[in-house]
């Protein structure tokens, strides 16, 4: 991790998006905040505005060329966002603009901000805890309500609370043991190792439902991979684009039309969702035809749901599964599926497909059908498990990791214990789990992998 994160120097950067708009943010933070800016200050004097008072004044050059209007804020530390002394410059938006200024507020003695430094002065100086501070993160770079919602809930709770849990059962195992090796006495039985194992397991149990979450964090992030599949000419593009509300795949009588994967995220009910149109599934004609088929049997075996499409005007009903419909050996096992039958606004009223169980009647060239083929997407996720809309708690892969540890760490203590290994080896193992939720918590964490975390963030945050 670079030198900077153990500066107390003043750091300065643009913390609104790149690009044109109403308003640019300058943030300033550090010990000097009101050094820097006083120089360039055209207005009421600093030191006589109230902290969190939003103060119109100008920002001006050397020359005394006013540069531009903006609104001031103080904040004081320990109370801010950083902890530290704060000023945030609210400009007009004009990209050039905002560099200029900024280049000022650096020749005044500021430093340009690292990514993610803002934040990382937030946790450092104990405003934010290291879950709190990878929220942030998670927050603004999060795809669906969802996601947005659990990064939102990790951000104001904390993730104190079943951290110490987690920690509390563990000390309740390892304390005893540890001190029975540390301070031995011939006047108490000796520690049964075996009738810890049970609360061992129900420890290792809990960390094992909680990590299977980093996974659906992970699905959180890139969306939950839904394939349209089917034979070719039944309407698969022309159903992508109606689920998209625009032209984004071409579309043609033509059969084969589509001869590679393609992909685009929307978001269902809160949750994010990439779709991905896939080349028609048959008898190839050629070898591009079958490459393309390859493709689209690979992007199968990734699926989190497919959605399997049939021509209803060409395409009689009565098969017993939406994979019935596929190759065979198209669709994995395990993946599950929903039947479109499209091209609905082409069939008449007596057709059998009004009234075939499991299918959902869309038409891609009126949009009949769509909505109840999203509420299909959204509860069969939901329903199968993929999707868990009622987890507060989501991990992303670093604290996944540190979980995996600690499982790791219980199992061997478990394994040491029940083959009778000395009392020194569990009491190790679970110093290990220990050493491993600590690094979850950020009480102990190297220099490194704190680099790596906030170096994920955007400049400015």
Avoid at 138 to 165: F, Y
Wanted: a negative charge; aromatic letters at 4%.
């Amino acid at each position: 991790m670079s030198d900077y994160h153990f500066k107390e120097d003043t750091i300065a950067a643009v913390s609104t998006p790149p690009g044109r708009g109403a308003v640019g943010i300058i943030r300033l933070s550090g010990g000097r905040v009101l050094d820097v800016i006083r120089p360039l200050w055209v207005g009421r004097p600093l030191d006589q505005i109230p902290p969190r008072f939003l103060t119109l004044g100008g920002i001006s050059n050397p020359a005394g060329e006013l540069m531009d209007q903006v609104l001031l804020v103080r904040f004081l530390g320990p109370s801010s966002y950083t902890g530290e002394d704060q000023v945030e410059l609210q400009c007009h938006g004009n990209p050039g603009l905002l560099s200029a200024i900024l280049s000022l507020v650096i020749k005044q003695g500021a430093r340009v901000a690292e990514p993610g430094e803002f934040t990382y002065r937030a946790f450092r100086n104990g405003r934010l805890t290291l879950l709190q501070a990878e929220s942030v993160a998670e927050l603004i770079e999060a795809r669906g309500e969802w996601a947005r919602r659990n990064a939102l809930a990790a951000l104001a709770e904390g993730g104190h609370e079943w951290v110490q849990s987690l920690m509390d059962a563990l000390l309740d195992i390892w304390v005893p043991i540890e001190a029975d090796l540390e301070f031995p006495t011939d006047d108490l039985d000796s520690i049964h190792l075996e009738s810890y194992l049970p609360r061992i397991e129900d420890l290792k149990e809990k960390i094992e439902e909680l990590d299977c979450r980093a996974t659906r964090f992970a699905k959180l992030q890139e969306g939950f991979r839904v394939v349209i599949a089917g034979a070719p000419n039944v309407g698969k593009s022309s159903l992508l684009n109606a689920l998209l509300g625009y032209s984004r795949a071409l579309v043609t009588e033509i059969p084969g039309t589509t001869r590679d994967t393609l992909e685009e995220l929307i978001e269902v009910e809160g949750i994010p969702i990439r779709l991905i149109d896939t080349a028609g599934l048959g008898e190839a004609r050629d070898l591009l035809d079958a490459k393309g088929m390859e493709r689209s049997r690979e992007a199968l075996t990734r699926a989190d749901l497919a959605i399997v499409v049939v021509d209803s005007a060409a395409t009689n009903p009565g098969l017993a599964t939406p994979e019935a419909y596929l190759p065979p050996g198209s669709l994995p096992e395990g993946v599950p599926a929903l039947l479109a039958a499209n091209k609905s606004d082409l069939i008449s009223v007596s057709s059998g497909w009004w009234s075939a169980e499991g299918a959902i009647l869309v038409s891609a060239h009126t949009g009949e059908g769509l909505e109840t083929l999203l509420r299909g997407l959204s509860e069969q996720l939901t329903g199968s498990g993929v999707v868990r809309l009622a987890e507060r708690i989501m991990l992303n892969q670093r604290q996944g990791l540190a979980l995996a540890k600690a499982r790791e760490a219980l199992s061997r203590c478990a394994e040491n214990i029940r083959a009778g290994a000395p009392q020194e080896l569990p009491a190790t193992d679970l110093g290990d789990a220990r050493r491993a939720l600590e690094e979850l918590s950020g009480k102990t964490i190297e220099a490194d992998l704190l680099g790596s975390i906030f170096s994920r963030f955007c400049i400015g945050k």
